[in-house]
């Protein structure tokens, strides 16, 4: 019998010491729902990098690209509320998807808690240096002439950046056709190649091939000018009004995540975030950051998820 007892306490006190020790207390994961290269991989290992260096944590990204990012999403809604399993999750996979695609795994309201907002940044419309197209007018001008046969890539079906080519199909009265990719990477090789006429990406995507010289800017599809691309114009500007595209990035955990750990990281990523050295390199990528409380993060979300059912619904977009 005191052998049982000495085993029982001997147990309850290890769980006691575990559940005692400060988060966190083993390595996190971090899920990056795009392949590497990508605008939302280099913002990943950016925020785990300093994670890291700065707090001490240790933060491992784990690439599991596919499907416009809902794969990974999807894994993370699955995932056990440790505070051991995040994802870095944006406008595209949590509020556009879900009104993509028709048999999504995960709601993003009920399977995922908003634990801090990581950068802002707008869509921009690209194509290679050596193409025939200088200006926007230009490929308004070629679609018209020749509907379906201008391409665009994208870093998968069911992006805001997908949206954002079919949208300006619309606005345009033009018919540019959609050519979907795993992510922005290899998006991005084929227009420089030549074998898609433009690419609708992200900015932190594209900044590295647009400072390089490779990439021409034609537009920025965000409401205002991007702070990285002052000369460029915006959509709007070009005459289609209100044209307003732009996409978010930030850090979900799975749903039943203890609110003491949504905290503590919230806190810890804000802190970051405030830094001069995180500003410069979020920045150097074409993203702004921009704190918000873990429940201001879970308003923007909900906010967004609404908005975007009547502009996908307006697209006629969907994804099988």
């Known amino acids: 019998m005191f052998k049982k ?17 400060p988060y966190p207390a083993k390595p996190i994961r971090l899920i990056v729902p795009f392949p590497p290269g990508g605008g939302t991989d280099i913002l990943s290992r950016l925020v785990a990098n300093k994670l890291t260096e700065v707090s001490k944590w240790t933060v491992i990204p784990d690439n599991r690209g596919g499907a416009g990012g ?43 808690v908003a634990v801090a907002h990581v950068a802002y940044t707008p869509v921009v419309i690209v194509t ?34 997908h949206l954002a080519g079919e949208i300006f199909n619309t606005a345009a009265g033009i018919k540019l056709r959609h050519i979907p990719y795993k992510g922005s990477n290899p998006a991005m090789m084929d ?28 537009a920025v599809t965000s409401a205002r000018r991007s702070t990285s691309l002052p000369d460029v114009p915006t959509v709007a500007e070009l005459g289609y009004k209100d044209f307003d595209v732009s996409t978010w990035y930030g850090l979900f955990m799975p749903a039943g995540t203890p609110k003491e750990t949504v905290a503590v990281v919230n806190a810890e990523v804000n802190k970051l975030l405030g830094t001069a050295d995180m500003k410069v390199a979020i920045n150097a990528q074409g993203a702004e950051t921009q704190n918000m409380t873990s429940e201001q993060f879970s308003t923007l979300l909900k906010t967004d998820y609404q908005k975007w059912k009547g502009i996908v619904q307006a697209s006629g977009a969907t994804v099988e």
């Open 5 to 21: 007892l000495f085993s029982f306490l001997f147990l309850a006190c290890a769980l006691a010491a575990v559940q005692a020790q």
């Open 70 to 112: 809902t794969i990974g999403i999807a894994e993370a809604a699955r995932a056990a509320p440790s505070g051991y399993e995040m994802v870095m999750g944006q406008k595209d996979n949590m509020v556009v998807a879900p009104w993509l695609y028709k048999n999504l795994s995960y709601d993003p309201i009920k399977d995922l």
């Open 128 to 161: 290679s240096v050596n193409s025939r197209f200088k200006t926007l007018a230009d490929v308004v001008a070629a679609a018209k002439a020749a509907p379906d046969q201008i391409t665009y890539g994208s870093p998968g079906n069911g992006t805001t950046i």
């Open 191 to 218: 227009v420089l190649a030549g074998n898609v006429d433009l690419m609708v990406s992200s900015l932190p995507s594209a900044i590295g091939q647009i400072k390089a010289g490779k990439l021409r800017t034609l």
